[in-house]
C-alpha cells in the first residue's frame, strides 16, 4: 500500500520559513514526480511545485516562484519544500502527491498524503 505522509507545518510570522517533508513508503513504480498541493478554507486545491523523476525538472506556480524551493533526497524516500518570505495568503492544507509524471491538475495524481497546516499570522 503507497502511503505519503507529510510533516513540518506550523504557525509562523509573515516572512519566516518552514520545511515540509513528504516521507512515501509502498510505491511500486520504477520512477516518480512528487508534487506539492495547497488547498485554502473556501479555495480549490491548487499545485504548488512538483519535481520529475526522470530529469529532476522542478516545477513551481507563479505565486511561490522565488520563496519555495522543492527538493528530494531518495536515499531517505522524502521529498521537501522549502518555504521561505512567507506570506499570510500562503496559509493552507498542504498536501504532496505521486505519480508517473508532474502534473497542475490534481485528478492526475493517484497517491496523496493527509495534509499538512501552515499558517502564517500578518
Known amino acids: 500500500q503507497v502511503q505519503l505522509v507529510e510533516s513540518g507545518g506550523g504557525l509562523v510570522q509573515s516572512g519566516g520559513s518552514l520545511r515540509l517533508s513528504c516521507v512515501a513508503s509502498?510505491?511500486?513504480?520504477?520512477?516518480?514526480?512528487s508534487a506539492w498541493f495547497r488547498q485554502a478554507p473556501g479555495k480549490e486545491r491548487e499545485g504548488v511545485s512538483c519535481?520529475?523523476?526522470?530529469?529532476?525538472?522542478?516545477y513551481y506556480a507563479d505565486s511561490v516562484k522565488g520563496r519555495f524551493t522543492i527538493s528530494r533526497d531518495n536515499a531517505k524516500n522524502t521529498v521537501y519544500l522549502q518555504m521561505s518570505s512567507l506570506k499570510p495568503e500562503d496559509t493552507a492544507v498542504y498536501y504532496c502527491?505521486?505519480?508517473?509524471?508532474?502534473?497542475?491538475?490534481?485528478?492526475?495524481?493517484?497517491?496523496w498524503g493527509q495534509g499538512t497546516q501552515v499558517a502564517v499570522s500578518s
Open positions: 509502498g510505491f511500486t513504480a520504477d520512477y516518480y514526480a
Open positions: 502527491a505521486t505519480d508517473s509524471f508532474c502534473s497542475w491538475h490534481e485528478d492526475e495524481y493517484e497517491y
Open positions: 519535481i520529475s523523476h526522470t530529469d529532476h525538472t522542478t
